[in-house]
């Protein structure tokens, strides 16, 4: 019994630090982040704020000092690889979707910190925590 204890416990120990050193391994998270969190993180912290729906909803609606990167664009990978790697990266779309598959592709390529607006511009444009603008 002493043993099977022993062995139980070297397992549990053993797997527990597997598990951590694969989270070490990987080199960013994506956190997903209300506007309340977003607004904080754009006064905070120097970022690339981008926005990743067509060019058409952009110029209908975006926040302040947003640039636009198309996700469904054939220029989409080429114009992300213009994007400090090393800088934060917060990024939005309509409804959480398109931004959500291009975080993950900046995680893939490498980037170091990834932020992405939960429920999308849709959500959080009536509100006053974003500074919005809006084709007039």
């Known amino acids: ?9 070297l397992s ?6 597997t598990s951590c050193v694969d989270k070490a391994a990987d080199s960013s998270d994506v956190k997903l982040v209300t506007a309340a969190e977003m607004k904080s993180i754009l006064e905070l912290e120097d970022v690339q704020l981008v926005d990743v729906r067509s060019a ?3 110029e209908e609606v975006r926040i302040k000092n947003a640039q636009n990167i198309d996700f469904n664009s054939p220029t989409f990978d080429d ?9 934060p990266v917060v990024l939005y779309c309509k409804g ?3 931004s959500a598959k291009c ?3 900046l995680q893939d390529a490498g980037f170091k910190k990834i932020y992405d607006l939960q429920g999308g511009i849709s959500q959080w444009q009536h509100t006053e925590l974003l500074d919005i603008e ?3």
């Open 1 to 9: 019994m002493k043993q099977f204890l022993s062995i139980t416990l």
């Open 12 to 17: 549990l120990a053993l797997l527990l630090s």
């Open 56 to 58: 058409e909803e952009y």
């Open 79 to 87: 114009d992300v690889e213009k994007l400090d790697k090393n800088k």
């Open 96 to 98: 959480g979707g398109r």
């Open 103 to 105: 975080a993950k592709k």
């Open 134 to 136: 809006k084709k007039s």
